[in-house]
């Protein structure tokens, strides 16, 4: 097991709702990323943040937003929920220093949307 | 566009068999290629990482392999066990390490005791 944590598990919400869902990264790390995994896929990259600057977006319309704070856990927020967004959230904590670091993934937080 | 592939069928094995798995870019140019093991309802694992101008890593039971000029990697678990049963990832990193991973759709290994 690493040390990412990820609340809550599960969530259920309605096309439309806005959701929050949150990360605590590894002791030590200074990165955390995101990642949207729908059933049957590998996950996709989401957005990357590096001491509390948005550090990288991948293919995701503007309704996906987040944070880090300055202890580095982290948040996902999805406003305007449609069908599609439906899947397991990942997030990943590393420590980055400009070359490759191992990334420790989290449980992921499974989220329906009805 | 940027595709990473990899068999979309599960792989059924003997345990004790070698199981090996493929995965296919196209479009990028790596500089570091992984692979990840992933258990249902849980995030991937980190397994190995291969860079770009290493041909072959090792790791116990296991073997990696990358052709940039085939633009393929090999992966492979030797003397396969039931607990290796799972979905197994491909993912590649772009230069600069930046740490975002492009992953593939994953190739689920079942190992039959």
């Known amino acids: 097991e690493t040390g990412v944590t990820q609340s809550p598990t599960h969530l259920i919400k309605t096309r439309g709702q806005q959701v929050t869902l949150r990360c605590s990264s590894q002791?030590?790390?200074?990165?955390v990323s995101w990642y949207q995994q729908a059933l049957g896929q590998g996950p996709q990259f989401i957005f990357q943040?590096?001491?509390?600057?948005?550090?990288g977006r991948g293919n995701f319309p503007p309704r996906f937003s987040g944070l880090q704070f300055p202890n580095y856990s982290s948040e996902l927020n999805v406003n305007a929920l449609e069908l599609d967004d439906s899947a397991l959230y990942l997030c990943?904590?590393?420590?980055?220093?400009?070359?490759?670091?191992?990334?420790?993934f989290g449980p992921g937080t499974r989220l329906t949307v009805l | 566009s940027q595709k990473i592939e990899q068999n979309s069928e599960a792989l059924n094995i003997q345990e004790g068999k070698t199981a090996t798995l493929t995965c296919n870019y196209t479009?990028?140019?790596?500089?570091?290629l992984q692979w990840y093991r992933q258990d249902p309802g849980r995030g991937p694992v980190f397994l190995l990482l291969?860079?770009?101008?290493?041909k072959e890593k090792r790791k116990e039971r296991l073997k990696v392999t990358f052709d940039t000029t085939l633009k393929q990697s090999l992966f492979h678990i030797t003397a396969s066990q039931p607990a290796d049963s799972a979905t197994y990832l491909c993912?590649?990193?772009?230069?600069?390490?930046?740490?975002?991973?492009?992953f593939g759709k994953g190739n689920q290994v079942v190992v039959i005791p």
């Open positions: 479009n990028y140019s790596p500089a570091y």
């Open positions: 990943a904590s590393s420590f980055w220093q400009g070359s490759y670091n191992e990334q420790f």
């Open positions: 993912a590649l990193e772009g230069k600069g390490g930046n740490n975002r991973l492009a």
């Open positions: 002791s030590g790390h200074n990165t």
């Open positions: 291969i860079r770009e101008n290493e």
């Open positions: 943040y590096y001491r509390e600057e948005e550090n």
